[in-house]
C-alpha cells in the first residue's frame, strides 16, 4: 500500500495526537455551532462563560464566592471587545496581558459593601483547572471579502477554556512548510482574520517531515526550529501515545510545543514583547532557562549555584536574560538582579532591551550611583563591572540573600581584578555568566569553580537550524611575497581576470597610482584597490554593506582616505578617541587632526557614532564601514554581509568579528570573511590546527567557518541540474524548444529554483580568487554563456505563460552576476508582465516566434485576467474559461490547427478586453448599457435557469434592477463592503425579493446563498 502523504492525513494524526494528549476534539460542524453560526466570532462564548464562572472566585471575610454572572459576561465582553482600532499587534498585546494577569471586577457583597477582586481567564497554576480543545478547518470572516475569498479557513486551531490560543497550518509532504509561514503571515493582515489572531499565542507551520513555530507578527525569516533537549526520551514518550506509525519531526514538535504544561508555560513565561514585536522563545532559551532554574535551587554554604551559559552570537542572549530575570523575580519575590558588561555601549544596549520588555531596570550612571542602588529597593539594575572598584573601594558589602549577577561576555572579566571587587562587594550572590564564544581550553577550570556550564548553543547548533547564516571564508593573504614585482603582476591577474575591457582599464589606472606610493604604503592600496573591485561586483546596488577591520587607527584612516579617492564607494571609519595613541608611532599628530575634521560636522563624537552607526544599518551612504575596535564586538547590522579583515585577532576576539556578518536579511544566504591576514591560511586543516583559533577544543568550534570553495563546488551541481532539465531537447539552438519544456509546471519550477540557486553560487564563485580551484576557464566560459541564455529563457517563459519568473528577493543579485560577468552593456532586466489590455501587449505577441506559441502567449495572458476577474462576473468568466479549455483540448486532439488556434484565441482576447463588445441589443432595454446590470443577468440567467420559472427572463430583469438599486445606495456608505452590519442589510434586502418571487411564481429558490455571494462579488467590483 502507498503511504499516504495528504494533507489531510497529516491533519488527521495531528488532531490523533493532540486528543491523547489530552485535547477535546471539536468537528467543524461543531465549531461553527459553537459561535452561533457565525464565522465573525472566534471564541466559543459558551464554553468560555461557564468556565470562567467555574475556576474564578473570591474570598471575603473568611468565606469563598463566585463572581456574579453578570460580572463573568462583563469580563468575557472585556476580552472580546479589544478593539484592532490602533492595529494587530496593540490588540495582542492588550489580550496577552489579560490572559496573563487577568482583570479586576467590582462584585456588590452581602454586607452591602462593593469591593474589587482579580479574574483570571487562565489558571496557571493549576493545570487541571482548564479546559484544552482542537478543532479542524475552523472557518473566520475576512474583514474584506469578495466571492471567491469570504473567509479563511485555518487548519487547527487550539483553544484554552474557549480562547483560540494556537493557530496550525499543515501541509502535504511535497509541500514545503514555508507555505504554511506565508499563508500564516498573510492571514494576519488588516484585511483577512485578524481578529482571530489578536487572541494567538503559538503558530506553527509545517508538513509530514517537519515545523516551524512563532507567535502572532512573527516575520518569515524568524520562525524557528524546536529541538528538544532529549529527543530520545520525547520519542520514547510518543510511543505510547501513536499507533500504527513511526513517530515524525512533526509529531515532536507538536508534543513539544503544545502537551499542556508546556504549552502554559511557554504562554506564561516564554513570550515577550519587544518594542511592540512579539517574541517566543527559541528551544535554546527555553532549556537554558529552565536548567539555570534548577542551578539556582541548589544551595551551598549559604550561596546559590550558578554556572556559565554559552550560546553562540546572534542567538538571543540579551533576551534570555530577560525572560530569565522575569522568571527569577516571580520565583524569589524579593530578589534583586544586576546585569553586568564590561563595556558602555553595551551596558545600553542590554538597559534599552530591558525597557523595551516592559522590565523597569535602574541603569547604574556611577560607582556612587551602584551603591546607591544595590543599598535600596531598586530590584533589577544594569552597570558595568568597573564601577565595582568604587564600591570595593568605599568598603561596601551587601549580604542580601537572593542576589542573582547575570554577567555578559563573563570570560573578559573572570578572574581579573574587577572581577574580584565585584566578588568583595558581593560575596553571597549568585553569579551566573553568558558567553557568545566558546571558552577556551585553558578558562575552562576557573569557570568549573563557579559552577560549570549550565548550557550550550554551539556555532553549529545555530547554523543547522537557520538561527544565523554560514561563514564562508577566502584568505586572501598579502605579505612582503605578494609585494614583489612578480607577485603584483600575479594579483592584477587575478583581480582583473575576470573585469570588461573598460573595467579592466578603470584598474590599470589605479594600478598606476599605486605603483607611485611609497613601498610602506603599497601593502594598504594594494588590499584596498582588491576591495574596492571586489565591493564594486559583489555589493554595490545589491543592498548590503560591508565592514574592515584594521590594525590601528592609522590604518583606517589610510584606507578611508583611499577610498575617497577611488571614489567608486562610500566608506565611514569609526574609532576612539580615549585609545593609547602611543601604540600608534609618530603620527599621533595625524590621527587627532583627522578625527577631529571627520567628528566636527557633527557636533561630538557621539552623534557621529550615532550616525554611523544609524546609516550603515539603515541608509544607502555607507558601502563600508572600517573600524579598528570598536563596532567590531557587539554590533548587529544584519545588512552586513561582508567582512574583510587586515588585523590580527585570534581566539574570542577573532570569532566575535567574524559574527558581525553571520545575521539574517532578506536575500542573503551566507556571511562572507575575506582575510588579508592568513589567520586561517587556506582552510585546508582542522581549525584549531591555526594558531588564531588553537585554545578551542575541536568540537566547541566546529562549523565556525566554511572554505569558500565549498560554495563554488554548488555551481557546478546546479550546471548540471539545469543541464538534465533540458536533456531531452533535440534542437540545442532552439529556444522555443526549451519553452516547450517548460510548459510543465513543476519543470518551471524547478528551472526558477535550480537557475536562481546555480546565478548565486556563480556570481560568488566569479568574485572568488579561488574559483580557479574549482572551474577551469573553458567552464567558466561555458557558465557564463548558459547564464546569458538563461536569462532569455526566463523571459521567453514569462511571456509565454503569463507569470512572474523573477527571483523575489534574490533578483537583485541575478542582475548584479548579469551586468558585472556576463552581459554588461545589453539589457538584462527581466521586464515587468505586461497586462493583456495595456498597448504593449500585442508587441508583446509580435516578439514571440511561432502561431503556436503567439496562441499560448495570448491563452496564458486571459487565463491571468479570467483569474483575477472572476468575482466580477462568474458566468462571464466561467464560459471563457471553458472555451480556454475547449481551444487547448481541440489544438491537443489536433483538430485545430495553429493558424485556427492563433485565430480563437485572438477572438478571446479581443471578447475579454471589449474589442468586440457585447451585444446590448440581448439585454433589457431599462439597463441603459450598464455593464454591471449585464453582469447581474448573466448570472441570476445562469443560477435560475433550473428553478422553473415560466419567465426567467423578466424575473431576472426585474431582480437585477432592484439589486442594482440595494447596492447603489449601500454602496455610498464609507468602507460599507467591510462592514457586516451593511452587508447584513443587504442580504435581507436581497432575500425579499426573492421570497416575493418564490410567492408571486410558486417557485422554490434553493440557491439563495449563491445568488447573495455572487452578486455580493459583482458589487465589490463594480463599487468597492
Not at 854 to 861: E, G, M, P, V
Request: hydrophobic share 35%; proline share 1%.
Amino acid at each position: 500500500m502507498t503511504p499516504d502523504t495528504s494533507e489531510n492525513k497529516i491533519q488527521q494524526n495531528s488532531i490523533n495526537l493532540l486528543q491523547s494528549l489530552g485535547y477535546k476534539f471539536i468537528s467543524r460542524e461543531e465549531n461553527l455551532k459553537l459561535r452561533g453560526g457565525k464565522t465573525s466570532e472566534v471564541l466559543f462564548r459558551e464554553i468560555l462563560t461557564q468556565k470562567l464562572g467555574e475556576i474564578n472566585g473570591y474570598e471575603y471575610k473568611g468565606k469563598r464566592y463566585k463572581f456574579s454572572q453578570s460580572n463573568v459576561l462583563k469580563a468575557v465582553d472585556e476580552l472580546a471587545g479589544v478593539s484592532l482600532n490602533e492595529g494587530l499587534m496593540v490588540a495582542n498585546e492588550r489580550i496577552t496581558n489579560l490572559l496573563l494577569l487577568g482583570t479586576s471586577l467590582e462584585e456588590n457583597l452581602e454586607d452591602g459593601t462593593r469591593r474589587s477582586f482579580s479574574f483570571k481567564f487562565i489558571d496557571f497554576e493549576n493545570l487541571q483547572n482548564n479546559d484544552f480543545y482542537v478543532t479542524e478547518e475552523f472557518e473566520v470572516s475576512r474583514v474584506s471579502q469578495s466571492d471567491a475569498l469570504k473567509h479563511r479557513r485555518p487548519d487547527l486551531v487550539l483553544f484554552i477554556n474557549g480562547i483560540p490560543i494556537v493557530v496550525i497550518e499543515l501541509k502535504k509532504s511535497s509541500v514545503s512548510f514555508e507555505n504554511g509561514i506565508k499563508q500564516l503571515e498573510k492571514e494576519q493582515g488588516k484585511d483577512e482574520i485578524a481578529h482571530l489572531f489578536k487572541y494567538i499565542q503559538l503558530t506553527i507551520a509545517a508538513n509530514g517531515s517537519g515545523a516551524r513555530y512563532g507567535t502572532t507578527g512573527t516575520p518569515f525569516k524568524f520562525y524557528s526550529v524546536w529541538k528538544e533537549q532529549d529527543e530520545a526520551k520525547a520519542k520514547e514518550s510518543l510511543k505510547s501515545l501513536i499507533n500504527g506509525r513511526e513517530v515524525s519531526a512533526l509529531d515532536i514538535t507538536l508534543f513539544a510545543l503544545l502537551s499542556k504544561d508546556r504549552l502554559l508555560r511557554l504562554v506564561r513565561h516564554y513570550i515577550v514583547f519587544d518594542k511592540k514585536m512579539k517574541k517566543v522563545c527559541r528551544y535554546q532559551q527555553f532549556f537554558a532557562i529552565e536548567e539555570t532554574l534548577k542551578r539556582v535551587s541548589m544551595i551551598k554554604d549559604g550561596v546559590r549555584a550558578g554556572g556559565l551559559i554559552w550560546h553562540t552570537q546572534g542567538s538571543g542572549k540579551s533576551l534570555t536574560m530577560v525572560m530569565l530575570t522575569k522568571l527569577l523575580k516571580q520565583i524569589y519575590i524579593n530578589s534583586k538582579i544586576i546585569i553586568v558588561t564590561d563595556r558602555i555601549d553595551l551596558d545600553g544596549q542590554i538597559h534599552d532591551t530591558f525597557e523595551n520588555t516592559d522590565v523597569k531596570a535602574g541603569r547604574a550612571s556611577s560607582g556612587s550611583d551602584l551603591i546607591e542602588k544595590l543599598q535600596s529597593g531598586v530590584s533589577v539594575i544594569t552597570t558595568l563591572v568597573h564601577k565595582f572598584e568604587k564600591v570595593k573601594n568605599q568598603k561596601v558589602v551587601i549580604r542580601d540573600g537572593d542576589i542573582f549577577v547575570l554577567v555578559d561576555e563573563s570570560h573578559r572579566t573572570q578572574g581579573g581584578d574587577l572581577h574580584k571587587a565585584m566578588k568583595k562587594a558581593l560575596p553571597l550572590a549568585c553569579y551566573i555568566g553568558f558567553t557568545g564564544t566558546p571558552l577556551l581550553k585553558r578558562e575552562k577550570n576557573s569557570f568549573a569553580k563557579f559552577g560549570g556550564e549550565i548550557h550550550r548553543y554551539t556555532i553549529d547548533d545555530a547554523v543547522k537550524d537557520g538561527a544565523v547564516l554560514p561563514l564562508l571564508y577566502e584568505g586572501r593573504y598579502v605579505g612582503q611575497e605578494v609585494l614583489d614585482p612578480d607577485g603584483l603582476t600575479r594579483k592584477f591577474d587575478l583581480i582583473s581576470r575576470e573585469l570588461g575591457d573598460e573595467a579592466k582599464r578603470d584598474l590599470q589606472q589605479k594600478w598606476a597610482r599605486f605603483e607611485r606610493v611609497a613601498s610602506s604604503e603599497q601593502r594598504l592600496e594594494l588590499i584596498a584597490v582588491d576591495i574596492n573591485e571586489h565591493i564594486k561586483k559583489t555589493l554595490k546596488e545589491s543592498g548590503f554593506k560591508a565592514m574592515l577591520a584594521t590594525q590601528r587607527k592609522y590604518d583606517a584612516i589610510k584606507y578611508h582616505e583611499i577610498f575617497e579617492e577611488f571614489g567608486e564607494i562610500k566608506s565611514a571609519y569609526v574609532i576612539s578617541s580615549n585609545e593609547h595613541e602611543e601604540l600608534e608611532g609618530g603620527n599621533k599628530e595625524y590621527i587627532a587632526k583627522a578625527w577631529q575634521d571627520t567628528i566636527k560636522d557633527y557636533g561630538s563624537e557621539e552623534a557621529y557614532l550615532a550616525y554611523v552607526k544609524n546609516e550603515f544599518i539603515y541608509g544607502d551612504d555607507i558601502d563600508l564601514l572600517i573600524v579598528v575596535d570598536k563596532l567590531l564586538t557587539g554590533f548587529d547590522a544584519p545588512r552586513a554581509s561582508t567582512l574583510y579583515i587586515d588585523k590580527q585577532l585570534k581566539e574570542h576576539n577573532l570569532l566575535q568579528a567574524i559574527a558581525r556578518v553571520n545575521r539574517l536579511y532578506d536575500g542573503k544566504d551566507y556571511g562572507y570573511i575575506i582575510d588579508y591576514r592568513g589567520l586561517l591560511g587556506e582552510l585546508d586543516q582542522a581549525l584549531t590546527n591555526y594558531a588564531s583559533l588553537s585554545g578551542f577544543d575541536p568540537e566547541d568550534i566546529t562549523g565556525a567557518v566554511i572554505d569558500v570553495r565549498s560554495e563554488i563546488i554548488k555551481a557546478k551541481t546546479y550546471y548540471t541540474h539545469l543541464d538534465d532539465l533540458f536533456s531531452g531537447v533535440k534542437f540545442k539552438d532552439d529556444l522555443e524548444s526549451y519553452v516547450a519544456v517548460l510548459e510543465d509546471v513543476q519543470k518551471r519550477d524547478d528551472f526558477k529554483e535550480w537557475l536562481s540557486q546555480f546565478a548565486r553560487a556563480f556570481k560568488l564563485a566569479l568574485s572568488s580568487e579561488k574559483i580557479y580551484d574549482i572551474l577551469s576557464e573553458e567552464e567558466i566560459k561555458a557558465y557564463k554563456q548558459r547564464v546569458k541564455f538563461y536569462n532569455e529563457l526566463r523571459k521567453a517563459v514569462q511571456l509565454r505563460y503569463h507569470e512572474a519568473c523573477d527571483f523575489g528577493k534574490y533578483e537583485a543579485q541575478m542582475q548584479k552576476l548579469l551586468d558585472t560577468y556576463v552581459s554588461a552593456k545589453e539589457v538584462n532586466e527581466l521586464t515587468k508582465l505586461v497586462n493583456i489590455f495595456e498597448t504593449e501587449f500585442d508587441d508583446e505577441v509580435q516578439r514571440v516566434e511561432g502561431k503556436n506559441a503567439k496562441a499560448d502567449t495570448i491563452i496564458s495572458a486571459v487565463s491571468a485576467v479570467v483569474k483575477e476577474k472572476m468575482d466580477s462576473n462568474p458566468a462571464f468568466y466561467k464560459s471563457i474559461a471553458q472555451q480556454i479549455q475547449d481551444i487547448i483540448d481541440e489544438y491537443k486532439a489536433k483538430r485545430l490547427s495553429e493558424e485556427e488556434k492563433l485565430a480563437k484565441a485572438k477572438l478571446l482576447k479581443d471578447l475579454i478586453t471589449g474589442a468586440l463588445k457585447p451585444n446590448e441589443d440581448r439585454y433589457p432595454k431599462e439597463f441603459n448599457g450598464k455593464k454591471i446590470l449585464f453582469a447581474v443577468y448573466d448570472n441570476l440567467l445562469d443560477i435560475l435557469a433550473d428553478v422553473g420559472l415560466a419567465d426567467v427572463e423578466t424575473v431576472a430583469k426585474n431582480l437585477s434592477l432592484k439589486f442594482y438599486e440595494i447596492y447603489e445606495k449601500a454602496s455610498k456608505k464609507p468602507e460599507w463592503h467591510k462592514n457586516k452590519d451593511v452587508e447584513n442589510e443587504i442580504t435581507s434586502q436581497m432575500e425579499d425579493a426573492l421570497w416575493d418571487v418564490e410567492d408571486e411564481y410558486g417557485v422554490s429558490i434553493d440557491e439563495k446563498e449563491k445568488i447573495y455571494q455572487t452578486i455580493r462579488g459583482i458589487g465589490i467590483s463594480s463599487y468597492a
